[in-house]
């Protein structure tokens, strides 16, 4: 999968349903998955019950739509200013992990909330592994070695889950990490 297209893959979203998608998403995350009901979500979002449904015809479906839109905005995010794969795009990746969690304060991963406080939705259960595999393949790809995908993987997610305790220690430690996997990748080619 070329991450440079990936828009294409994911459900093409018009720009209402898309401006939507952004407004669930922030309501899910200032007020978590179980509580909001669906008139609070209208609320949030700002738009009648009538357009909510039109674009979301369930609360499922608005989750969903909030998860779809948060992992697009994630893959953008840490892939921008990525020119070509290698150490220093994994690097890269770390430090765009340590601004995101800033940004969102350090809490749980949106994916692992939704699926909590949804454990019976096959859509939303197959969403997040979904999601979680191709960050998989983008890491990856993004590294630039397919064998390195799993162990960046690990990097990644000990950080989000660690981030709240350690702060940047965490992302220094991934990186660090990340940088002694390809020096020492190196060295055994060179031997």
Same mark, same amino acid.
Request: charged share 25%; proline share 3%; glycine share 8%.
């Given at each position: 999968?070329?991450?440079?297209?990936?828009?294409?893959k994911y459900?093409?979203?018009?720009?209402?349903q898309?401006?939507?998608?952004a407004?669930?998403e922030q309501?899910?995350?200032?007020?978590?998955?179980? *509580?909001?009901?669906?008139p609070?979500?209208?609320?949030? #979002?700002g #738009?009648s019950?009538?357009t909510?449904?039109r674009y979301?015809?369930?609360?499922?479906?608005?989750?969903?739509g909030?998860?779809?839109h948060?992992h697009?905005?994630y893959?953008?995010?840490v892939h921008?200013?990525v020119?070509?794969?290698?150490?220093?795009a994994?690097?890269?990746?770390?430090?765009?992990?340590g601004?995101w969690?800033?940004?969102?304060?350090?809490?749980?991963c949106?994916?692992?909330q939704?699926?909590?406080?949804?454990?019976?939705?096959?859509?939303?259960?197959a969403?997040?592994?979904?999601h979680?595999?191709?960050?998989?393949e983008?890491?990856?790809e993004?590294s630039g070695?397919?064998?390195?995908?799993?162990?960046?993987y690990?990097?990644?997610?000990?950080?989000?889950?660690?981030?709240? *305790?350690?702060g940047e220690?965490i992302?220094?430690d991934?990186k660090?990490?990340?940088?002694?996997?390809?020096?020492?990748a190196?060295e055994?080619?060179?031997?």
């Amino acid at each position: 999968m070329n991450f440079f297209s990936l828009q294409n893959k994911y459900i093409l979203m018009d720009n209402a349903q898309r401006q939507i998608a952004a407004g669930l998403e922030q309501v899910f995350w200032s007020r978590g998955f179980a *509580e909001p009901s669906v008139p609070e979500l209208r609320a949030g #979002v700002g #738009v009648s019950m009538r357009t909510l449904y039109r674009y979301f015809p369930s609360r499922e479906a608005m989750v969903l739509g909030a998860l779809e839109h948060r992992h697009l905005r994630y893959i953008d995010y840490v892939h921008e200013g990525v020119r070509e794969p290698g150490l220093a795009a994994a690097e890269q990746l770390f430090d765009k992990l340590g601004g995101w969690m800033q940004m969102t304060e350090g809490r749980a991963c949106f994916f692992k909330q939704a699926l909590s406080a949804n454990p019976d939705s096959v859509q939303i259960k197959a969403t997040v592994k979904r999601h979680k595999a191709e960050l998989l393949e983008f890491f990856g790809e993004l590294s630039g070695r397919e064998s390195y995908a799993t162990t960046i993987y690990l990097l990644h997610e000990g950080v989000m889950a660690g981030y709240a *305790e350690l702060g940047e220690t965490i992302v220094e430690d991934a990186k660090r990490m990340v940088r002694d996997m390809f020096k020492n990748a190196n060295e055994r080619r060179l031997s």
